[in-house]
Each structure stands twice: as structure tokens, then as C-alpha cells.
């Protein structure tokens, strides 16, 4: 049995719901248990509501993803506590880092940049609105709920590809031309019953490697911040630097 501590899931609609369901039947057959098990949605009326009320230790909670992770993570975590993202969320936990690398360091200029080079996937497109670059190692359409296992389900063969590696090498790079950290990765892997998740720790720890970056490099550093799978992902560039503006650019 997979013992977890608190288990979030962001977004209570078709995803949150799904997972809900997987986590609740892979609790009673005996293969995960949790603390508690929390859906977080700003509609009380979401699709997994209903579903919660048959599930031990678990709640809705009514509130904005942001500040529900402000909030959560500012507590005290554990390797035990994870999250269980949507695929369809924003980058949360680069925006979670932004806001607390702020409050943290408020003689700074501080504030996402665009990741303007590309990793070179096949899919690899830089949002015209966020500046995060969304890239995917396949150029076909997924299986739904796809754990991504060794042997990819699509082409019948070995994956042959590990997203992480190709975000670590492309900050490498990125490090040649300005002082450059990370990445910070909050890697979704698969847990139990097609349920994938991240340990909530990951969040304080993106925080100590800028705050580490910072330390090395006074003047200013960015740090790279990935939400990634095995095959898919998507990349921030947080860029800090000692004084009232933020140079324009990225990485």
C-alpha cells in the first residue's frame, strides 16, 4: 500500500473528478491511503462535490487555486504530501514562486520572463501572453489519462525521451548567457490507479535553489521552473534582480 499524507488536486471539473475516483478505488482495494484528501475548486457546485461526499477524509475546498497554495504550502509540509495537477491548469507554481520570492526579497525587481530560446521539441511554442514555453516530445494526439510508461502506447516502442533532462540541459544553456539556476522541477509522475502527482516540498525547495542563486550571484539570477511530465511540459523563466526594474529579454 502507497501511504500519503494530504493529498491536493486542483480543479474539482472533469480531471479533478476523474482523480478523485481513481484515488477512492485505489483506496478500498487496498493499494493507497491518505491523511486527508482535498479538491480544490472556486465553485462549491464543481463536478466532484457530489462525489466527495462518498469518500473518507475528504473535502471540497471553496477558494482560488493562488491563494490556497499560499496558504497551504506556507505550512508545514512533508515528502508524504502531494499534488495532483490538472493538465489544463496556468503554470501555478511558477506564479507561486513569483509571489513569494516578492515578499521575500522586496528591495528586488522580480518577475516572470519570456522563454524566448527554444528546447526543440517537436511541439515547442513560446505563449504570446505568459512568455512560458509549452513543449511536448510527441507530435501525435495522447491517450487520455496516459501514464506514460516505458513503452510509449502510441508509437509501440521504447520512450526514448525524458522531459527533465531536456529542460535541465536547456537551462545549462541558457546559464552561458547570464547567471542561471535550476531548474526547479515539479515532475508529475504516475502513483497509483493513473492518478500522477509531485511532492508538495518541491515548492520550498524551487525557493532555497533561487534563494541560493541569489546568494551566488548579488546582482541578479534566474531561476527556471518547469511543471513537466515525462513528456510534456511547461517552462517559466522567474528573473530576479537587485533594483527597480527587470531587464528586458529571457532566456
Request: charged fraction near 20%; proline fraction near 8%.
Amino acid at each position: 500500500m502507497i501511504a500519503l499524507g494530504e493529498v491536493v488536486i486542483i480543479g474539482g471539473g472533469c480531471y479533478g473528478s476523474f482523480y478523485a475516483g481513481q484515488l477512492a478505488r485505489a483506496r478500498q482495494r487496498g493499494a493507497a491511503s491518505w491523511t486527508r484528501l482535498c479538491v480544490i475548486d472556486r465553485d462549491p457546485a464543481c463536478q466532484a462535490a457530489p462525489l466527495l461526499s462518498e469518500i473518507p477524509d475528504s473535502e471540497l475546498i471553496v477558494e482560488a487555486w493562488g491563494p490556497f497554495l499560499d496558504r497551504w504550502l506556507g505550512g508545514a509540509r512533508t515528502l508524504d504530501d502531494q499534488i495532483v495537477p490538472s493538465p489544463l491548469m496556468p503554470h501555478l507554481m511558477a506564479t507561486w514562486v513569483e509571489r513569494q520570492a516578492r515578499n521575500r526579497w522586496p528591495g528586488h525587481a522580480i518577475g516572470m520572463v519570456p522563454a524566448t530560446a527554444e528546447i526543440g521539441t517537436p511541439f515547442d511554442r513560446l505563449h504570446p501572453v505568459d512568455g512560458v514555453r509549452y513543449v511536448s516530445w510527441a507530435d501525435w494526439l495522447c491517450p487520455v489519462h496516459c501514464i506514460e510508461p516505458a513503452t510509449c502506447p502510441v508509437i509501440g516502442g521504447p520512450r526514448s525521451w525524458e522531459m527533465g533532462e531536456s529542460v535541465t540541459a536547456w537551462t545549462a544553456a541558457r546559464a552561458q548567457d547570464r547567471p542561471t539556476v535550476g531548474p526547479a522541477l515539479f515532475a508529475c509522475r504516475h502513483v497509483v490507479y493513473g492518478v500522477g502527482m509531485y511532492p508538495a516540498t518541491r515548492a520550498r525547495e524551487a525557493l532555497e535553489l533561487l534563494a541560493r542563486g541569489l546568494a551566488a550571484s548579488p546582482d541578479g539570477v534566474d531561476l527556471v521552473v518547469a511543471s513537466v511530465s515525462a513528456c510534456h511540459g511547461a517552462v517559466g523563466m522567474l528573473r530576479v534582480e537587485a533594483g527597480a526594474h527587470i531587464t528586458k529579454g529571457g532566456g
